[in-house]
């Protein structure tokens, strides 16, 4: 087969990758190395897998049959999409060589005639020459070809990859935040991921599917051309290896699809295991041959699925060959038969010979190829799927573009997670204004950081309003709305960026650097920089060339500079001092009032030593408002307050007392 890519041989086919994005869920029940008698407890992460094992059981002829135009049509259009000119490339060569084909045979016929003719062998070889000469040329143009259709596809492959990743993530921006508590919209996304890297498999698979059918053409027009019979006869003959081989791959993507929930579980190993994350406590907590142990038995696991299939699969192709085998006898038969009783020539059986070797390979390859392009289509189908819907969670958002607000009214809003069986929040209605500090307090998991992120417009809640001058946070158009807040989240990120980027989040000011120094020193952050060997230029990422890694109260700060360099209406710091130093913290809650002169600001925090500089305190319970009012009131009114109060005196009796400078 002319043209076809050298990937059509590669076993790797078979691979399923795993997710490579950062596994956002942890092992559940982990098990007691230090017990080994302790029966251990068979961690799994479930994988939903229903409609994609339907998709999977699909792998049938007739399904086949009826999905590969569509998947050949789907590979061109991604082509088309990354690299217009190499596509109509591809299909020039694939056209020329399926002609090439078709004359190479009719050349061989040409040959056979010539040579079997009556006359001197000088005569004979003579009269053969031009059928030699346009063989031989046909040969070497389709190896010419052959040669150009691999390189523009190795060329398009990881194009068509890249661009299917990009979609993927603008895809994943635009999905509302909740879709992360989503168990469903991770597993898709992470199959969608998975979709993603196979979509260059498809480029190749494709032009294998071009390739073999324009084999497939030019043999059968030379095989009718010696006889009607041997066509339908040898596509007869070909069926049991073709449906052996279809039968295997289903019932390989059956067991890769089996595995998945392991194979997740493998890459939240990995990730566990090889980044710096949490590589401290595996060796503090000598936690190094649990880990391992855990990977071993997963990847059995694993291998035991791999090998049922591989065996099942090699039976198939046995019984398939075998059939095969018997069929092949029967098609050379019916050409002796052919011959011995003259219906054709000498000649026309020697192109018989070489026509059924090309019809034949086609028939392998189009139905191998066309297996394994079913399966990558499934995979993509994962992919697409996604992009469609964006996992179900797209934003759907009003249009309105809203000022700085002067008050963010939160009003009888209730919210529950995803898959939560109580409320985060109930009823709780409060009022943000500018130019104050409003704190919330309360014990872990009351629902300060929920509330936050409700007020930011980051979750729209489940129940009630959050309104910012009176208009819902859900009829404003996300991205205008998050222009004007500034958040530090509890977990803010560590992004490998120069400290300059980790500021502006990529979002430089006119004043530039000047701007930049200025949130720096809002935030005591101009101390680490200038300890930075190339200050706002550094780069901070530790592993990466030259860069440099901060303490967590150095990152603190710099994540402090980023909100107060925003020009935001409303500034949101959930624990913004939980890594600093005792000077920092205080000279912190000393600026926020300033920084609230021309903003909302909502403050959480545990420092309830701290929150006297907020104007007002709100008291969460269990997701319900139960105190509000100043400190000077909370601190003399029996209550929560008072308790959480006389906690932190007793344990933080200097804390808040001068900056010490
Ligand atoms: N993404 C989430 N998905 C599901 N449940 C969540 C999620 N985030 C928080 N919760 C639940 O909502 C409740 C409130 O959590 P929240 O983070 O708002 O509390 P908090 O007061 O900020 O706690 P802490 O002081 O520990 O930061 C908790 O019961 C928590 O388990």
Known sequence: MGGMSESTADASADRVPGPRSTPAASPTAPGDASHPAAPEPQMRYVDLTGSREAAGRSIRMRDMAR?????????LGLAWRVDRRATVGLLLCQTVTGVMQALGLVAIAGTLTALLRDGDVYHRLLQAWPSVA????????????????????SRLGPLVSREAEQMLLTGCAEVELCAYDDPDFNRD?????????????????????????????AGAIVLTGVHWVLLPLLVAASLPQALAQVSAARVRYLANLRSNGDNRMLSVLRWHIYTKDA????RAGTMADFLSGRYRQTVARINREDRAAADKGARMSLVGAVCGGLGSAVVWAAVVWLLATGRITVGHAGTAVFALQTVGMSVRGLVAVGARAVRTGLYMDDWTGFLDKAGGFRMRRGPHRPEPPRTIEVKSVTHRYAGKDRDALSDVSLTLRRGEVTA?????????????????????????????DGVPVGDADPRALWQQVALVPQNYAHWPL????????????????????????????????????AGLDTLLAREWLNGEELSGGQWQRIALARAFFRQAGLLVLDEPTANLDPRAEYRIFQRLRDLARDRAVLLVTHRITNVAVADRIVVLDEGR?????????????????????????????????????
């Open 498 to 533: 120069t400290v300059r980027e980790n500021v502006t989040q990529g979002q430089p000011v006119a004043r530039g650097d000047a701007a930049v120094r200025e949130a720096c020193e809002a935030a005591d952050a101009h101390e680490v920089v200038d300890k930075l060997g």
């Open 279 to 282: 590589a401290d406590q595996i």
């Open 189 to 217: 996304r992470e199959a969608a991921d998975r979709g993603a890297q196979v979509t260059g498999d498809l480029i190749n698979e494709g032009q294998d599917l071009i390739a073999s059918g324009a084999g497939f053409l």
């Open 625 to 661: 408002i139960v105190q509000e009012g100043t400190y000077v009131q909370l601190s003399q009114q029996p209550g929560l307050f008072q308790q959480l109060l006389s906690y932190q005196i007793t344990s933080e009796p200097e804390a808040g007392v001068g900056d010490g400078t």
């Open 134 to 153: 346009l063989l031989a040329g046909a040969a070497g143009v389709r190896a010419l070809l052959g040669i150009t259709v691999n390189w523009l596809s």
């Open 440 to 468: 919330l307090v309360g014990f872990n998991g009351s629902g300060k950081s929920t509330l936050s992120k409700l007020v930011s417009g980051l979750y729209l809640p489940t129940d009630g309003q959050v309104l910012w």
């Open 67 to 75: 999905r590969l135009p569509q998947l050949v049509r789907r590979s």
